[in-house]
């Protein structure tokens, strides 16, 4: 059988520039810890879910830029003393500037964006004085699609030689793949080349004109979300797309890359299960940046928001999900859209809110028609929501391992800096409230109350209460909840986490890691931990900074922590996780390539070619392998046949060619249309008869 791919999927429409530019439940756990105490429910009542909270995993720690916010030159009460007030008190850590698709058509020192609005007061020195008010750091975008390398250089020179402001971080450009390339126009470029290959290649001439001024800055590059258009998508004539093109070009060169995400979602229901998907699109760039010789480039997401329900209760539980999701994948910033955006198309929330299509945070008084948003400056939901991301951790505290038993709450947790334990528990049902039992490791609380602080469905502010650190708790309907419970005394080891390992030699069937001690007291031993869901597996331990961990699955993915044990034997905290993926055998008796040959973000093409390497031809061979994400299927083969079974497919020969020849004498090459729903990571363990090939 064999099957066309579909027609690429459009892009969605930018709304949040045009609105805003017219109108402003696991096991126990396997390592040793405390348990909270359990309510048994009341006749007829929902069952608890359960939380499974595992301190002993570290997922890395947030930084000073974690949470973000976008900040737009169209924007008149951007800089207001209402506005700053606001933004100190959500501790937004970094603002962006000039505003998403303007940072193509803005020119900082004229202070104009032609074909735009730009409001009064909204200069960029105006700008960084509230930058420096509320205590954030800027990002900004040099303006590619209308600007120069030299202008991007001489705003460098004013921001740092000048005025001393520090501005670290610069991308350059917007979204650029969206300047017409792949046939969808919503960005300025005046480039006669608006390829990846050239967006590329400028983005040298802007970082290296940029770091002659400053050399400290960081330059980032923009990259698209695998499973998000224009992903995939090829333009006549080119054999890779844009992030398969940019990547090459810019590794080791780029200071980070940038991506943004605004997934679909027919109803708040769908868009409530999105954040899901990031982790995995956001391990799949990972996977694509190791791959060309760019692995460990920190990720940005400078724009993010839902196309559902943006001002209102749905919209701001998502947020809080994704934040943080994003920030356990190692994204170092998460920039909401938008601090004001305008109101858009009416419509009504699960709640019953209006829901004023709104991308912004805050009101910008405006209307549609007869409907007329709150007074401007008044808080939506999403801007209570960032505000709920400090009560469960601030910059160095550290984010771990947290797991929810039910679909319907989502669960957060970090281990601040001083040794309290914070669980962000996220409700969302719009109508019922949710049972909640937390149970931890690596972690005993005390007898204390708990501090709980709650943003609930259409309140108007926080509320901040303590309750008992034990029991069964409820969850308000569509309701964000922070529990913060104080260690017992004497639990925890005075020994600092150990430094964050890496990678000394890796085969397929073991990695060999090193990290630099523990401080702060005498060090027993040290414990490679395994990530596994919210369970922590001991893989190895060592009296020295470096062990082997044997035993391991080829062409899997492995992330680990290690922890220093102390004389008393209780644990430190866990370092920096590290993911490793084993490779494949490289004597083994087949070989295996495979290849995606187009994609439209929805849906992508794969070739695969296979060859017996052995001493025995192959008659009715197997070839078997199994899709990494649960979201890929396949809906069209041809050259083989193709069954499957959930994430797993077998491949067996047509009847005209059965026979694989020895010694590499032939080999048998088969394509698939594959169907997605947000990542579509590549297989990497591909058997023929049951044996384990080379993956090429």
């Known amino acids: 059988m064999r099957s066309a791919p579909p027609p690429p999927r459009t892009p969605p429409r930018h709304r949040r520039l045009l609105a805003g530019a ?66 100190k008190s959500a501790s937004v850590g970094m603002l962006r500037y000039p505003g998403g698709s303007y940072g193509d058509l803005y020119h900082w020192q004229t202070n104009t964006a032609p074909g735009g609005y730009v409001a009064p007061g909204t200069d960029f020195d105006s700008f960084m004085g509230t930058v420096r008010k509320i ?57 006669a080349d608006t390829s990846p290959t050239a967006y590329a290649d400028n983005v040298l001439d802007y970082a290296s ?42 590794a080791g060169k780029a200071d980070f890359v940038i991506v943004h995400w605004y997934p679909g979602g027919s109803d708040a229901a769908q868009m409530l299960g999105e954040p899901s998907q990031l982790t995995g699109e956001l391990a799949q760039l990972r996977d694509e940046l190791d791959a060309a010789g760019a692995a460990g480039t920190p990720i940005a997401l400078t ?35 938008d601090t004001h955006n305008g109101a858009g198309t009416i419509s009504t929330a699960p709640d019953g809110a209006t829901d004023y299509g709104d991308y912004g945070i805050l009101s910008s008084g405006g209307c549609t028609g007869a409907v007329c948003e709150p007074p401007v400056n008044t808080p939506f939901p999403t801007y209570f929501a960032i505000r709920m991301l400090s009560q469960l951790g601030r910059p160095g505290d550290q984010l771990v391992g947290a797991d929810s038993g039910s679909p319907l709450v989502a669960a957060h947790a970090v281990h601040r800096a001083d040794g309290d334990l914070s669980v962000m528990l996220i409700n969302k049902d719009p109508a019922n409230a949710q049972p909640v039992t937390l149970h931890y490791a690596g972690f005993t609380p005390a007898d204390s109350p708990a501090t709980v602080a709650t943003y609930r469905d259409l309140a108007t502010g926080i509320d901040t209460v303590s309750e008992p650190a034990g029991g069964t708790r409820e969850l308000p309907p569509y309701s964000i909840t922070t529990v913060t419970l104080h260690p017992k005394s004497g639990t925890a080891s005075a020994l600092s986490a150990p430094g964050g390992p890496h990678a000394t030699a890796v085969t397929d069937s073991s990695v060999t890691l090193a990290w630099s001690p523990a401080a702060g007291g005498r060090v027993d031993r040290y414990e490679v931990y395994r990530q596994s869901g919210t369970a922590s597996e001991l893989l190895a331990d060592t009296t020295g900074t470096s062990a082997t961990v044997p035993n391991l699955s080829p062409g899997s993915g492995y992330t680990f922590n290690v922890l220093a044990r102390d004389s008393d034997g209780r644990l430190s905290r866990p370092s920096a996780p590290v993911t490793v993926r084993t490779g494949t055998p490289q004597d083994s008796g087949c070989r295996v390539s495979y290849g995606i040959t187009a994609g439209w973000g929805n849906g992508f093409n794969a070739s695969v070619s296979v060859t017996n390497t052995g001493p025995v031809p192959l008659t009715g061979w197997t070839l078997a392998f199994a899709f990494p994400g649960s979201g890929e299927s396949v809906s069209g083969f041809w050259n083989a046949n193709l069954v499957e079974h959930g994430q797993n497919v077998l491949v067996t020969p047509l009847a005209e060619s059965p026979t694989l020849a020895a010694d590499g004498g032939s080999s048998a090459t088969f394509g698939f249309t594959g169907a997605n729903s947000g990542a579509y990571p590549s297989p990497t363990v591909f058997t023929l008869n049951g044996t384990v090939c080379t993956t090429v």
């Open 209 to 250: 004109a940029m770091k002659a001024v400053d050399p400290s800055v960081k330059v980032g590059a923009v990259l698209t979300l695998p499973g998000n258009w224009p992903d995939g998508v090829m333009a006549a004539g080119e054999t890779a797309d844009w992030n398969h093109t940019v990547i090459p070009l810019i």
């Open 22 to 87: 017219a109108a402003l439940a696991l096991g126990a756990a396997l390592l040793a810890g405390g348990g909270s105490a359990l309510a048994a429910p009341a006749a007829g009542a929902a069952a608890p879910v359960d939380v499974q909270v595992n301190v002993n995993e570290g997922l890395g720690t947030i930084p000073d830029t974690a949470y973000g916010l976008n900040s737009a030159v169209w924007d008149s009460q951007m800089n207001v003393p209402e506005v700053q007030d606001l933004l």
């Open 135 to 191: 205590g954030a750091q800027p990002i900004l975008i040099a303006n590619y699609g209308s600007g120069t390398p030299q202008e991007a250089a001489d705003w460098v020179r004013y921001a740092n030689v000048t005025k001393g402001y520090g501005a670290k971080f610069w991308e350059v450009g917007n979204e650029l793949y969206g300047n017409g390339h792949y046939g969808s126009g919503w960005e300025r470029d005046d480039h």
């Open 303 to 337: 724009e993010v928001n839902s196309n559902v329900d943006e001002d209102t209760q749905p919209d701001a539980l998502f947020g809080a999900d994704t934040y943080l999701t994003a920030l356990r994948s190692g994204v170092f910033t998460v920039d909401w859209w």
